[in-house]
């Protein structure tokens, strides 16, 4: 009977469940405070993570919370080596996720494109 989801698939979101409470509870840097981890993709070999993320405010500019993430990306590996039961932590490079303000632009498109008014 084939499983339902790879060792890649599973792989990954436990990265990114144990990734998101490292970043929540353990990272001291002020420009991670704003971050919020949407996905991680492993390679074939598990040897490379992109870890996606995005900013809670979409307005906002990623390269600080970018410089932030990959000054911890050491740390964040180390933790998680003792946090996941694999021979090998991924390599970690993390990637602006700006699918949500793409989201909001479309969705304000379309209202000014029906003439809806969301303000009201």
Not at 31 to 47: G, P
Not at 60 to 82: N, Q
Not at 95 to 106: L, N, T, Y
Request: charged share 30%.
């Amino acid at each position: 009977m084939p499983r339902e989801f790879s060792r890649n698939q599973r792989l990954g979101a436990q990265m990114l469940r144990s990734l998101s409470e490292l970043l929540r509870f353990e990272t001291k840097d002020p420009s991670l405070a704003e971050v919020s981890l949407t996905a991680v993709d492993l390679s074939r070999d598990l040897s490379i993570a992109k870890v996606y993320f995005s900013l809670l405010n979409p307005d906002a500019d990623p390269a600080p919370a970018a410089d932030g993430l990959k000054r911890a990306s050491g740390f964040l590996r180390s933790k998680l080596g003792s946090a996941l039961k694999v021979r090998h932590i991924p390599e970690l490079r993390f990637v602006h996720d700006d699918s949500i303000a793409h989201g909001a632009e479309i969705s304000r498109l379309i209202d000014d494109a029906t003439g809806v008014n969301r303000e009201s």
